[in-house]
Structures are given as structure tokens and as C-alpha cells.
């Protein structure tokens, strides 16, 4: 045991040693791994959700036929549960994401992040904290406009529910709703946050506010040309704006080795993603673009004025575009739940889904917690002098290889 | 062309940063997980005071080396052993600046008043900062505060023997004397 001022005393202490060191890493890949495989064996006796959705509504037809139900009531269970399913996962997935980013910006700080509750490495910390959340003082502040400011995380969250309707969370039309035009809806939906975050900033009262409100929708106005954009060759080269018929043109393999997902398309492919995922960073307001609410400068921006639920609906929106932006991602360039070899096809599409979104989520929270914040002005020029031309470049790229394929 | 090259080398050094927040992540953390893990106490670490009434012989030497006036103690002659008699002891924790000159001065052997490895002490009012020790009673009296300092002492007993000072837990006197 090493000794001296650093040393560490107590049942743990052996972990300090290389060969305690070396025992912990084993450990935690064992940890990991069983872990992992027990999800992955659960996947695979679960199958395909959408096989087993089929057959649950068979029955349901079948037994409302026996007992004389009105087929419109068939019709409104077939389109609430789908639509509750997706609704409680996006609930309760910024749980979970909360925590692991907490955990990654911990470990990338060489620190441990929350330990203490759940247990195991502090699983159950973001449960407690909204526990909290919810028991806290609702504060409107004087001077504020009441109705606006009691609206203003209504109007943010719901586009962010809203816009979950089209993605396909697997293959066989695991989506809430089938929709020709998702993609257009997805990326025209979500732009209605704008309205939220600046009726938050302008109801507050608050100068800080307000700034944090007219920068955020200056952002993302701006950001939302470029992320579009950079998606035009994916509908150019798969042929629909439907999201599971983007997904289904990524089937397949390029001679027998490489999958054929967009992000591998030689040149435009890469461009695309880049540019989508800077884009879908400033969007979701998260650090290297955070302006909108930057600590420093604006204490909290649009929302320094809110407290308790009003504020978690804030953080919840964040999240639930942040997942938005990566199961996009996955959808997009990772070919959704298409395995990448038609060997691992045993898992079923809902895992790939998951895995490839959570990988870009990765991506997410690692970018945060590297880099620092942007200027205002160097913001708004990475934007209309580097991002929009090279997007404009790409889609000129991606006609000119479809032209010579031709 | 100098443009491509400021792009290049703009997304290198991007590259560089992630790829040091990656190496990061995946080395052990820092962490000393307090109340479960404690770092190592330096050999000379002067915690709280302690005080033993029955060694004690009262000669008033820790009374005038102590820089802060936060011991203070009452003697009485006794007529049959022409010796001092301990009456009471008090020691001032709010003035206590924990500089061991006290513990230096104390000529009996062992000493009599000395530091503890004890870090963890607290008080919940003022009143409790002025601990009192008695000869019939050679804990610290006054409030049921004296009983939770004798916790924290046993708390800070637990962190074992000292190493360097060959398993003394109060280093009886600085090396240099």
C-alpha cells in the first residue's frame, strides 16, 4: 500500500495498487458485460416488439369481434397505446440520461459523480432529484406575466413530445404513427420550441431572460437551416421523406463488408453527419452552444425565473431533444435497427435502435464536457460562413455522385 | 488553400481535445470517497487536544505558552502532599489554533495535554466549544457534548496506528527536542 499524505485508509484501500487497479477494471467489465448480456438475452426472448404487437392486436380483434365492440373503439386503443408507450419512454428516459451524463462529465473530471444513492453508483440520484423538483416552491416572479410565464415550458415541451410520433424505434413500423413526411414533421415540429424559450425570456422579467430568450431563438433559427440541409442528401439518395423508408434504403451491405448506412456514403456522408450533429448540438442548446443559458454570462438565460416542475419541464425538453436529435441520427446515418451484419440478426431491431441512438447521445455529452463555450458573434459566423456553404457544397457533392451512379 | 488548412487544423486540435477527455474518462478517479475512505494523516498532525487530569500537575506552563488564552485552568494546594491539586481544566476549542505549544511546554511524562489525530470534532453551539475536565471525572464535562467528543476521539482512534510514530497515535513529543 502506498503510503504518505495521499494514501488512502480503509476497506478500499487496495485499490490504490496496480494490481488493485487491474482487479477493479476486471471487475467493472464483468459488471458491465453480465449486465449488458442480461439486457441482450432479455432483447432476444422479448423478439421483435412489432411482431408481438401484431399479435397482440390480433387477439384484440378477435376478441372485440366475439363480444360485439364498435370497431372505433378498436381503432382508439390501436393508436392511444402505441402513442402512451412513446410517451412514458420519453419520460423516463431523461432519468436515465441525466444520470450517465452526470456520470460520463464525472469520469471525463476524473471524479466518480454520484455514488451515494441506489446503491450501485448512485442509479436512483435523478429519481431523488425529481422527488425534489416536484416538492419545491413554484416561484412566479413580481412583474412577470403570469399566463405567458405559466405557458412558456408548456409550449417547450410539448413539440418535444410531439415530435417522437414518426420515429421508428425498430423495423416493421415500430412507430407511433406512420407518417409519410416524418422527416418534415420531426425537424418542422421541433422548431416551435423557438416560440417557448422566448415567451420564457420576455414573461420573466428579468434582463437576463430576455437575452437568454432572443439568443436562443437567434441560434436556433440559424441552426436549423444548416441541420436541415445537411439531411437533403439523405432524402436525395433514399428517395422519401419517410423516416422508416430511409432506414429500410440503408438495408444491405456494400461488397459483402461495409453496411450500407449513410454516414459510410464516401465523402457526403461524413459532411452530412458532421454538419448534422454541430447543428444538432446548437439546437438542443447544450455547451459548446450554449449561449441561450450560459452560466456565466446570463446566470441561467430563458430560465433563471423558473423553479420546481416549471424548470425540470425545461431540462426535460432539453433531454427529450437530445434524444430526438440522436435517434434521428441513428435513423438516418446508422440505418436504424438494421444490424450491420445480416449475421447479428438475432438481435432484434429495437437493441440496434437503442444502441446506435445511446452511442450518438455518447457523443453528445462527450462533446459538451470538452469543449468550451462559443462567442455570440463567432456563433452566428460558424454558422452562416462555414456550416451553411458546406452544406450547400454537400448537397451539390451528393447530385453530382448520384448523377455519376446514373 | 490557407483556408483548408486553418479547417484541418481547427478540427485536428478538436480532435486532440476529445481524444484527452476520452484517455481521461477511462483512467481511475481521484475520488477519496470520505466517509467511507480517509486519506492518510500526516505524522504531525495536531488535532483536537486532549487532556489526561490525572497526569496533570498543575504548573500552569501551557496556561502562559498557549498564544490564543484558550486554556485556562484552577489549582488548589493540598496541605499533606505540598502539591498542587487539579481543580479544573478548560480548554477553549473557538480560540484554539491547534499550534501544539502547549503540548511542548508539558514537562510530565507522559504529557498531559497533548493533540489528538481527532479531525472530525464539532459543536452545535458555542457554550459547547468550552470543554471542561475534572479530576473525579477525566472526561470533558459541562454537556452531553463531552460524550460526543469521546465518540469523535474513538472515531479518530480507529484510524490506527501511525506507521512512522511506531503505533502512537499522539507523537509524544516533536522530533527536534
Redesign the interface.
Known amino acids: 500500500m502506498v ?11 487496495p ?1 490504490q495498487t496496480p494490481e488493485g ?1 487491474r482487479r ?1 477494471y476486471v471487475r467493472s467489465i464483468l459488471v458491465l458485460g453480465v449486465l449488458l448480456g442480461g439486457l441482450l438475452g432479455l432483447s432476444v426472448l422479448i423478439g421483435e416488439p412489432s411482431v408481438l404487437f401484431g399479435k397482440a392486436f390480433a387477439f384484440l380483434t378477435a376478441q372485440a369481434a366475439r363480444h360485439g365492440v364498435p370497431a372505433w373503439a378498436l381503432t382508439a386503443v390501436s393508436l392511444v397505446v402505441p402513442c402512451s408507450i412513446v410517451l412514458g419512454l420519453i419520460q423516463v428516459l431523461p432519468i436515465f440520461m441525466v444520470w450517465w451524463e452526470m456520470k ?1 462529465a ?7 459523480g454520484p ?1 451515494q444513492v441506489g446503491k450501485w453508483h448512485g442509479v436512483l440520484q435523478t429519481i431523488a432529484d425529481g422527488i425534489k423538483l416536484l416538492l419545491k416552491e413554484d416561484i412566479v416572479p413580481t412583474g412577470a406575466d403570469r399566463i405567458i410565464h405559466f405557458l412558456a415550458p408548456i409550449v417547450v415541451v410539448a413539440p418535444a413530445y410531439i415530435c417522437f410520433a414518426p420515429i421508428p424505434f425498430g423495423m416493421g413500423g415500430l412507430a407511433a404513427v406512420q407518417m409519410d413526411v416524418g422527416l418534415l414533421f420531426v425537424l418542422g415540429i421541433s422548431g416551435l420550441t423557438v416560440i417557448g424559450l422566448l415567451m420564457a425570456g420576455w414573461s420573466s422579467n428579468n434582463k437576463y431572460s430576455v437575452l437568454g430568450g432572443l439568443r436562443a431563438a437567434a441560434q436556433m433559427v440559424s441552426y436549423e437551416i444548416p441541420r436541415l440541409i445537411a439531411l437533403l442528401p439523405v432524402v436525395m439518395w433514399g428517395g422519401t421523406l419517410s423516416l422508416g423508408g430511409l432506414m429500410d434504403a440503408q438495408q444491405g451491405l456494400w461488397r459483402g463488408v461495409l453496411p450500407r448506412w449513410f454516414i459510410f456514403y464516401p465523402v457526403v456522408g461524413q459532411i452530412s453527419f458532421l454538419i448534422f450533429l454541430i447543428s444538432s448540438i446548437a439546437e438542443t442548446n447544450r455547451t459548446p452552444f450554449d449561449i441561450a443559458e450560459a452560466e456565466s454570462e446570463l446566470t441561467s438565460g430563458f430560465h433563471t425565473e423558473y423553479s420546481g416542475m416549471k424548470w425540470a419541464m425545461f431540462f426535460l425538453a432539453e433531454y427529450a431533444y437530445m434524444f430526438l436529435a440522436a435517434a434521428l441520427g441513428a435513423v438516418l446515418f446508422f440505418g436504424g435497427g438494421w444490424a450491420p451484419w445480416p449475421a447479428l440478426n438475432f438481435i432484434p431491431s429495437f437493441v440496434w435502435f437503442f444502441a446506435k441512438t445511446f452511442f450518438i447521445v455518447f457523443l453528445f455529452i ?2 459538451r ?3 468550451p463555450r462559443l462567442r455570440v458573434d463567432r456563433l452566428m459566423e460558424f454558422c452562416w460562413k462555414f456550416l451553411l456553404p458546406w452544406s450547400l457544397v454537400n448537397v451539390a457533392l451528393a447530385g453530382f455522385l448520384i448523377l455519376m451512379r446514373q | 488553400m490557407s483556408y483548408f488548412k486553418t479547417v484541418g487544423g481547427n478540427a485536428w486540435a478538436l480532435g486532440k481535445g476529445l481524444w484527452i477527455t476520452l484517455r481521461h474518462m477511462f483512467s481511475p478517479a481521484i475520488t477519496v470517497q470520505y466517509p467511507h475512505e480517509k486519506l492518510n494523516l500526516s505524522d504531525r498532525f495536531r488535532g483536537a487536544l486532549a487532556f489526561h487530569p490525572d497526569i496533570c500537575i498543575s504548573c500552569d506552563m501551557c496556561v502562559r505558552a498557549c498564544p490564543s488564552l484558550c486554556i485556562s485552568l484552577e489549582s488548589k494546594r493540598n496541605e499533606e502532599t505540598k502539591r498542587k491539586d487539579l481543580q479544573w481544566y478548560k480548554i477553549d476549542f473557538a480560540k484554539c489554533n491547534y499550534c501544539r505549544l502547549c503540548e511542548e511546554i508539558c514537562p510530565t511524562k507522559p504529557k498531559s495535554v497533548h493533540h489528538t489525530r481527532e479531525y472530525e470534532l464539532s459543536f452545535t453551539n458555542r457554550k459547547e466549544f468550552l470543554q471542561e475536565w475534572r479530576p473525579e471525572a477525566p472526561q470533558p464535562q459541562g454537556s452531553d457534548v463531552g460524550q460526543i467528543w469521546n465518540r469523535f476521539v474513538t472515531v479518530g482512534q480507529k484510524l490506527g496506528p501511525n506507521p512512522k510514530t511506531n503505533g502512537s497515535s499522539t507523537p509524544s513529543a516533536p522530533a527536534a527536542s
Open positions: 503510503q504518505g499524505p495521499w494514501a488512502v485508509t480503509g476497506p478500499w484501500a485499490n487497479l477493479r460520463i464525472a469520469h471525463i473530471q476524473v471524479r466518480l455514488m462527450w462533446i464536457w470538452s469543449y
